[in-house]
């Protein structure tokens, strides 16, 4: 069938919204219709090369949409469901998924590949050529074909782009924070960077009970989105969050910090691990360029305050129960999307919702379809 979607054809390229080409689901498949995608700053790295990925590539990974069609071996989904994309794919049957590690699930490999699950043939053309789908899911498109592990059925009450935003920003936000954070009620928590990712490690926090939230932002209005999230203090960097957190802990410091800058850098782990206590934890969850291979902290500060420096992918949970509960959260009011969706673009718009993230002024912007 024909459809629209947003090519990226080489690094620091603009996002080209053009024409293609879609196959029919293979069995395992199904096709959708796309009704909302997140604009995460992870896109971003494929255009900066800093995530290396097939090319020609349809970005998206962070998105709600329709079932169209459903291939013959496809059980639990029908057409006329609501989903939203889940950008690291669950079996349910491997190791890791069968032992509450969804997001390592070894379809994961895949991601790799850049191609299909199914048979790795690409399902879209460009211009007669092969296009990689971002995350197996490539959902900057009207219309995508995707794996039945890639999408996570939910309650077709959501407004679907409301939704949109739990298939990637929130569930890593808040999973950052209450997973593998692991933050407790009476906990003092520091978010540096606040986005799309941060704004929910805020929200994740405050649920989970936190006494003190300092987000950590240079820009204003940021800081202003995160106080309603949930933060009880803020800070400009992560050095002037280093001296409020010592003045509100009397020198004990955070139990946690997470980072969740646009762009994670080696000499940023120091001063975030500096933020934390005795035995506190640094989770990273910003990206870092792929050739990043050095980090600036001090291994004297790690070992003898028994510090954990840890990654989090995906919010380290399970996708197709974490975002069920999150909606929920959502629907019973105590989780916030609403303040989250700071403006929507249509497909043809995404260069500019692209540049309104760079400059600072979405929390998160989202294309909306027709
Ligand atoms: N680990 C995962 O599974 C996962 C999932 C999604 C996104 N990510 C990554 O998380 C990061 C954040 O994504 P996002 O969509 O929220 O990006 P975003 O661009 O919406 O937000 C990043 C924020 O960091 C702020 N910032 C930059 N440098 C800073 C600094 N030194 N101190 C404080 N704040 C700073 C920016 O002003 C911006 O507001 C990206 O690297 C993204 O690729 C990781
Ligand atoms: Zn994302
Ligand atoms: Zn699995």
Redesign the pocket.
């Given at each position: 069938m024909e459809a629209k979607a947003a090519i990226l054809w080489g690094v620091n390229e603009p996002w080209s919204v053009e024409e293609v080409e879609l196959d029919d689901p293979e069995p395992s498949e199904v096709l959708v219709r796309m009704v909302a995608a997140g604009l995460?700053?992870?896109d971003e790295?494929l255009v900066t090369g800093d995530l290396p990925i097939y090319m020609p590539a349809v970005g998206g990974h962070e998105g709600s949409a329709v079932i169209e069609k459903v291939g013959a071996n496809v059980t639990g989904l029908i057409p006329g469901d609501h989903v939203v994309m889940s950008f690291i794919p669950s079996c349910g049957r491997c190791r890791w998924c069968s032992s509450g590690h969804q997001t390592l699930c070894d379809l994961g490999e895949h991601l790799m590949t850049g191609m299909p699950i199914a048979n790795g043939a690409p399902r879209m053309r460009a211009r007669g050529q092969g296009v990689g789908p971002m995350s197996l899911v490539g959902c900057f498109a009207t219309h995508q074909v995707v794996h039945e592990a890639s999408v996570v059925k939910i309650d077709p009450e959501v407004p679907l782009d409301k939704a949109a935003l739990v298939s990637?920003?929130v569930t890593?936000g808040w999973g950052s924070a209450v997973n593998t954070a692991g933050v407790r009620p009476g906990d003092v928590v520091v978010v540096?960077?606040?986005?799309?990712?941060?704004s929910n490690a805020v929200q994740g926090a405050r649920i989970a009970g936190a006494r003190i939230i300092v987000a950590?932002?240079?820009?204003e209005s940021?800081l202003e989105v995160a106080k309603r999230l949930g933060a009880t203090h803020t800070a400009s960097?992560?050095y002037s969050a280093f001296s409020l957190v010592n003045e509100i802990t009397w020198g004990q410091r955070a139990d946690s910090a997470i980072l969740?800058?646009?762009?994670?850098r080696g000499e940023?782990i120091g001063p975030t691990l500096s933020l934390v206590r005795k035995g506190g934890n640094v989770v990273v969850?910003?990206?870092a360029p792929f050739t990043q291979s050095e980090v600036n902290l001090s291994l004297f500060e790690l070992t003898l305050w028994h510090k954990e420096l840890r990654g989090?992918?995906?919010?380290g949970g399970n996708p197709r129960a974490d975002i069920p509960k999150l909606l929920k959260l959502y629907q019973s009011g105590q989780l916030d999307l609403d303040d989250l969706l700071t403006k929507t673009y249509s497909l043809e718009e995404i260069n500019e919702g692209y540049e309104d993230?760079r400059t600072?002024k979405?929390?998160?912007g989202v294309v909306a379809f027709e």
């Open positions: 995460c700053h992870s790295h990637c920003g890593t540096v960077g606040i986005g799309g990712i941060g950590v932002a240079p820009i940021k960097d992560v969740t800058v646009d762009v994670a940023l969850t910003a990206l989090s992918l995906f919010g993230m600072g979405n929390i998160r």
